[in-house]
């Protein structure tokens, strides 16, 4: 083992510290300037994605160094505890097991002492049949009409992993089915889903592993209102509702034949779970053929984090970036930035992801960090956000590292809309590598026309610091199996953020804490008595809806 105390008294943390100060003032234009061969060394490839890391405040000897930390932290050892079962969900007593999820190798996978594949690979044999009875009409709704919409009730993790992954495969649908996803509880959103839906061709997949998460099944009680209400019968619900459960005695009362529940396992987190039969929406889009190349192209980022040596693991590399701009940097936060509007979904996703997992103050052993853990992650698609955001990227006063995420070719090449797109991706990096000096402004004002007394006024509000970090991870095109790879790459590159940094990224307590105080929030909103026991703010907020209430 290596070394097990105070992360911040390590030697390599001390002799990161020592490095920082003294490259931390140096800009990158100057290293590219002596470097013609920095594109190259800084460049990975894993699983059909490219990583471009070049553009980061990072010399060889800084690499170097986060590679001594990263052995030091014997991140090795924790990658492979993962990917064997281990118990690395301690404050749960559970393994993190997503990965068995989309294994394609013959290994065993073993959970107290039973080989989990049996069972996976029938759940999977399972979706097939579901999917293909679908598809191809062979189970049609009470009318005997084929469906033509599907509606996936869930939440957090069952709704942001299968939401992002339907976008981002949008090309590969079923253009005879529409999928929907409802996951807020907000009767506007389930409003203007259901109104534009018949209930004779649709079908409701509810995801909740308790079938209690109270915003799944309050909104999963109003369809099923909704369906009684608008032709279909109690004896028709078999037809028209399924789900993914490990409560299978709570989703038969609801009406769901038990032939159509779906296993989910403790060792499966919500926000890893697209890969389970949380993933059965986006089955039925995309087919299951398509959704077995997405577990595939995972499989292979999967094979190259837990085999490639430190120095040339790509989910490593970016978790190690990330340690040196967050702890050494003092950088709170990271942009998501592709461009591909089918991708327009996976910032939401990585902020789950990524905060959900790495918001920790503790140490796996419950001890207070002495350092900043993970990063506010957000972000844009394309140039939208050039249009929006960018501004602070580029001028203001502190900077958030950016990962450009970006197809070479397109679903839908029209004249030449992708290589402007592209163009852009390219040049936003490059500017915010670049930057522009006073003196560049100046020469150029000059050079537009304008007098030298008036382009010193101006100039300072066009000067643009530059020596901004960014990633550029690109690939040929957004395929089920690219899009695979591409998830699982940022899974990992969150799990070794977590194990370098102590903490367990599989644990989520502070959910859990407003899942129960907001219970009784909406006791006491439903209650017509003054409310008592809460905060004088609390307390103000519950009187003003109830007064407010009254007025319409």
Not at 72 to 97: H, V, W
């Amino acid at each position: 083992m290596g070394y097990t105390g105070s992360l911040t008294q390590s030697a390599a943390w001390k002799d990161l510290q020592e490095h920082y100060s003294r490259i931390s003032d140096h800009h990158m234009r100057d290293w590219f300037n002596e470097d013609p061969n920095r594109f190259d060394t800084f460049q990975l490839e894993a699983a059909g994605l490219t990583l471009d890391y070049s553009k980061n405040r990072i010399t060889e000897d800084t690499m170097s160094l986060l590679l001594s930390l990263a052995r030091e932290q014997d991140l090795p050892a924790k990658i492979g505890a993962m990917f064997n079962g281990e118990t690395i969900n301690r404050s749960e007593n559970r393994p993190a097991l997503h990965t068995a999820l989309r294994n394609f190798g013959d290994r065993d996978i073993m959970v107290d002492g039973e080989n989990i594949m049996p069972e996976i690979r029938e759940t999977v044999h399972r979706m097939e049949e579901f999917c293909w009875k679908i598809r191809r009409n062979q189970w049609r709704g009470y009318t005997n009409k084929p469906f033509t919409d599907v509606v996936s009730i869930g939440i957090g993790g069952s709704f942001l992993g299968p939401k992002l992954a339907s976008s981002a495969l949008k090309p590969y649908w079923d253009s005879r089915l529409n999928i929907h996803y409802l996951a807020n509880i907000d009767g506007s959103h389930i409003t203007e889903i259901l109104k534009r839906l018949d209930p004779a061709t649709t079908l409701f997949i509810i995801q909740s592993k308790s079938f209690g998460t109270q915003e799944t099944l309050k909104n999963a009680n109003a369809c099923r209102q909704w369906f009684l209400d608008n032709g279909g019968t109690e004896g028709d619900l078999c037809k028209h509702f399924t789900a993914v459960s490990s409560n299978v005695e709570k989703a038969t009362a609801f009406g769901i034949s038990e032939e159509n529940i779906f296993p989910m396992w403790d060792w499966v987190g919500g926000r890893y779970s697209l890969w389970s039969a949380i993933g059965l929406p986006l089955a039925l889009a995309i087919g299951i053929d398509n959704f077995r190349d997405l577990l595939r192209g995972a499989y292979l980022m999967d094979e190259h984090f837990r085999t490639a040596p430190l120095e040339h693991n790509m989910p490593v590399i970016m978790a190690l970036l990330g340690v040196w701009y967050v702890n050494f940097f003092g950088v709170n936060s990271h942009a998501i930035l592709p461009y591909d509007h089918y991708l327009r979904s996976l910032p939401a996703h990585l902020q789950q992801l990524d905060m959900e997992s790495n918001g920790k103050s503790v140490t796996i052993d419950g001890s207070k960090v002495n350092y900043n853990t993970g990063p506010v992650i957000w972000g844009g698609v394309g140039t939208n956000g050039q249009h929006a955001f960018h501004q602070l990227l580029h001028q203001g006063t502190h900077f958030s590292p950016c990962d450009f995420i970006m197809p070479m070719n397109s679903h839908n090449p029209i004249d030449n809309f992708h290589a402007m797109l592209v163009s852009n991706c390219l040049s936003q990096s490059q500017a915010l590598l670049q930057g522009k000096s006073e003196d560049e402004a100046i020469e150029e004002l000059v050079a537009s026309g304008m007098s030298k007394a008036e382009a010193m006024v101006l100039a300072p509000h066009k000067v643009i610091p530059g020596n901004r970090p960014s990633n550029t991870l690109y690939f040929p095109k957004s395929t089920p199996q690219v899009v695979g790879a591409l998830i699982a790459l940022y899974e990992h590159k969150v799990a070794a953020q977590g194990m370098l940094w102590d903490v367990n990224s599989f644990d989520q307590w502070g959910v859990e804490l407003g899942k129960k105080l907001g219970n009784k929030v909406l006791d006491a909103l439903e209650s017509q008595s003054a409310p008592d026991g809460f905060d004088g703010s609390t307390n103000g907020l519950i009187n003003a809806f109830h007064r407010m209430q009254k007025l319409l």
